[in-house]
């Protein structure tokens, strides 16, 4: 399934620029969909905060149902495993989990580029140069319920970067 994602076709790439205030552990991000061909339906934008090597605490330990698998690479790790560190955390989501409506129009031509600017301040607990900026646009199946939508095309950028954007 991955290859397959990696390479569908898709109508627009993602680019993220960043404007990170170590002293105010602020991030400025602005995520854009370049479309290179059209593409019409209900399309947003979405960006989302994540850490990675998170541990701490009981509520952090990790179930392992595979505790007693022979083979498994988690086999004889303990159930929970305590301090497990886990990868791709989601701190937060400041497009809200549907994303921004009214950025991308109902049908988008190729050529078009359209943005939205957030705003994010790392919490003092978490761990600024362990956090990712994920910027996506994706199409939202009617109604406004999460299951079902498609990422059109996405880039993760460290928080501590200024900017990424993959040519189509």
């Known amino acids: 399934n991955v290859a397959q994602q990696v390479n569908a076709y898709s109508p627009a790439y993602v680019a993220i620029t960043n404007n990170w205030n170590e002293a105010a ?6 995520v854009t969909a370049n479309f290179i061909d059209y593409a019409a339906g209900d399309m947003r934008l979405k960006l989302y905060i994540v850490e990675d090597n998170v541990t701490g605490g009981s509520s952090y330990d990790q179930s392992n ?3 007693t698998s022979t083979g498994h690479p988690l086999y004889g790790a303990g159930n929970p495993i305590v301090g497990y560190v886990h990868n791709d955390v989601l701190r937060a989501v400041p497009s ?3 994303g921004t409506t009214g950025v991308i129009p109902s049908v988008a031509s190729p050529g078009g580029s359209y943005s939205h600017t957030y705003t994010y301040t790392v919490p003092g607990s978490n761990d600024a140069s362990q956090t990712h ?3 996506f646009a994706s199409y939202i199946n ?3 319920n999460i ?3 498609e990422v ?8 501590t970067v200024t900017s990424i954007g993959e040519d189509p």
């Open 152 to 159: 059109i095309n996405a880039s993760n950028l460290p928080i």
């Open 96 to 98: 809200g989990p549907l």
């Open 25 to 30: 552990r602020q991030a400025t991000v602005t």
């Open 133 to 135: 900026i994920i910027g």
């Open 142 to 144: 009617s109604g406004d």
């Open 147 to 149: 299951s079902g939508n």
């Open 65 to 67: 149902y595979m505790n």
